[in-house]
C-alpha cells in the first residue's frame, strides 16, 4: 500500500465526573486536551496526537473484565514506554494507582487505574 489510510487511533472512555477525570489525565499521563464538548466531553491528544482519547461523562460506569486467558494479558489498551522504571516512581509519586512492575523477560509492564476503574497498561 503507498499510502497509509490509518494514522491514528481514538479511544472513548467511560468517567463519572469529568472535571476530575480531566485533572487526573492531564497530570497523570500529561494528556493535552484538544477540543471540549462540556457537560458531555473532553477529547485529548498524546503520543505526538496519534492517539486520541475522549472522555465521555457516564452515569453507572460497569467496568468490563477481561477473559480469562494464558498469555497474562488483563486491560485492553497499553501504553508503550521506553523507561518503566522512571514512569512507575512518577506516577507514584502522583499517587498513582499502579501495580508492581512485571518482568516478562523481553517485556516490563504494570498496570494503572483511574478514578472510575478504568485499566491501562504501561509497557517497555
Avoid at 18 to 33: A, H, I, Q, R, V
Avoid at 45 to 50: E, F, S, Y
Avoid at 73 to 97: C, P, R, S, W
Wanted: charged content about 25%; glycine content about 8%; hydrophobic content about 35%.
Amino acid at each position: 500500500m503507498a499510502k497509509e489510510l490509518l494514522y491514528g487511533v481514538g479511544i472513548f472512555i467511560p468517567v463519572s465526573d469529568l472535571d476530575k477525570s480531566t485533572k487526573w489525565y492531564e497530570e497523570m499521563l500529561d494528556f493535552e486536551l484538544i477540543h471540549s464538548d462540556e457537560p458531555n466531553a473532553k477529547t485529548f491528544r498524546t503520543c505526538d496526537g496519534k492517539v486520541i482519547f475522549t472522555l465521555v461523562k457516564c452515569e453507572n460506569i460497569t467496568q468490563p473484565k477481561f477473559p480469562k486467558n494464558d498469555y497474562d494479558v488483563g486491560v485492553y489498551y497499553n501504553f508503550l514506554t521506553t523507561d518503566i522504571d522512571t514512569i512507575h516512581q512518577e506516577m507514584l509519586a502522583k499517587d498513582g494507582n499502579v501495580s508492581l512492575i512485571h518482568d516478562y523477560g523481553d517485556v516490563k509492564g504494570f498496570s494503572i487505574t483511574d478514578l472510575d476503574g478504568n485499566r491501562f497498561g504501561i509497557v517497555t
